[in-house]
């Protein structure tokens, strides 16, 4: 028996999906279908090096989120004299 999302192979009789469709089933019952395909619009339907490239932005905006904030006293002791 195959998935009925991506025809892979299911890994249950009782299931309908294999395991990755069930990951993307559990997920998008989690952040909503509209927020899913969203994210599938905006970073999936690109090409690879596109793809790369949105996820590396992704990752800076989150490091950039998650930096203690810097006073202006501690940037210029960072600064090269
Ligand atoms: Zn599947």
């Known amino acids: 028996m195959s998935c009925y999302f991506c025809g892979g192979y299911r890994e249950t009789w009782t299931g309908y999906f294999c395991e990755s469709c069930q990951e993307m089933s559990r997920i998008t019952k989690v952040y909503g279908t509209q927020e899913v395909l969203d994210i599938l619009r905006t970073t999936c339907i690109r090409n690879k090096k596109q793809i790369n490239n949105k996820i590396e ?8 989120a998650e930096a203690p904030v810097q006073t ?6 960072d600064q090269p004299k």
């Open 72 to 77: 202006r006293s501690q940037k210029k002791k």
């Open 57 to 64: 932005n992704v990752k800076k905006e989150q490091e950039q």
